[in-house]
């Protein structure tokens, strides 16, 4: 299983980035993909999940009204599209997938949001 994130750097407030996940190794179409974040000094935490069938997602309320996630089962990526980001979103976000019992991490991809 290999999990790639990309699409992070660093934004202005109230500036949008786009996070994309490139998933393998595993039967994509049919897991639950989750975005995490952790911010410095602090534990991750949940961000978003989007089941297999793509048409339920869930948000942390924090982000609710701002982040979208979506995924291409025909591209095998799940993405997290980031609007109106506030300083408290600063952290390094991590793509997630829960396959066969076993939670499988990618590298995590820095996001700064900072004037």
């Known amino acids: 299983v290999q999990l790639v994130e990309s699409g992070g750097g660093l934004v202005q407030p109230g500036g949008s980035l786009r996070l994309s996940c490139a998933a393998s190794?595993?039967?994509?179409?049919?897991?639950?993909m989750t975005w995490y974040r952790q911010a410095p000094g602090k534990q991750r935490e949940w961000v978003s999940r989007?089941?297999?069938?793509?048409?339920?997602?869930y948000y942390t309320e924090s982000v609710k009204g701002r982040f979208t996630i979506s995924r291409d089962t025909a591209k095998n990526t799940v993405s997290l599209q980031m609007n109106s980001l506030k300083p408290e979103d600063t952290a390094v976000y991590y793509c997630?997938?829960?396959?066969?019992?076993?939670?499988?991490w990618g590298q995590g991809t820095q996001v700064t949001v900072s004037s």
């Open positions: 997630n997938a829960r396959y066969r019992g076993r939670d499988y």
């Open positions: 989007i089941n297999s069938d793509a048409g339920t997602t």
């Open positions: 190794g595993f039967t994509f179409s049919t897991t639950d």
